[in-house]
Nanobody, 123 residues
């Protein structure tokens, strides 16, 4: 059974930092494209950052967030710096196995999801 589990969320003041971790189990994810999405109350789930052989970011987080992966450990990380109140959301880890089906930025193309971790940034 494929499972993704996020950790590292919490409450932080604006300007602070958090690192989210995503642990994958059940199968190797070395060839999967991995991504972080987030969903704020009343809003649609939106792309934050993704990684396959390269990393790519939403404009709203580029320069502040860094995605990385450790294939030996089947883990993906999201380092979040200079956090803003508008970054407040539930953050989800997602995985898409090859062959990749569509846009990296669209959550519909990701097969596996974690339960999410809450990130709250106070002003």
């Amino acid at each position: 059974q494929v499972q993704l589990e996020e950790s590292g969320g919490g409450l932080v003041q604006a300007g602070g930092s958090l690192q989210l971790s995503c642990t994958a189990s059940g199968r190797t994810f070395v060839n999967h494209r991995m991504a972080w999405f987030r969903q704020a109350p009343g809003k649609e789930r939106e792309f934050v950052a993704g990684i396959s052989w390269v990393a790519y970011y939403a404009d709203s987080v580029r320069g502040r967030f860094t995605i990385s992966r450790d294939n030996a450990k089947d883990m993906v990380y999201l380092q979040m710096n200079s956090l803003k109140p508008e970054d407040t959301a539930v953050y989800y880890c997602a995985a898409d196995p090859p062959p990749y089906k569509g846009s990296s930025y669209d959550p519909v193309y990701y097969d596996y999801w974690g339960q999410g971790t809450q990130v709250t940034v106070s002003s």
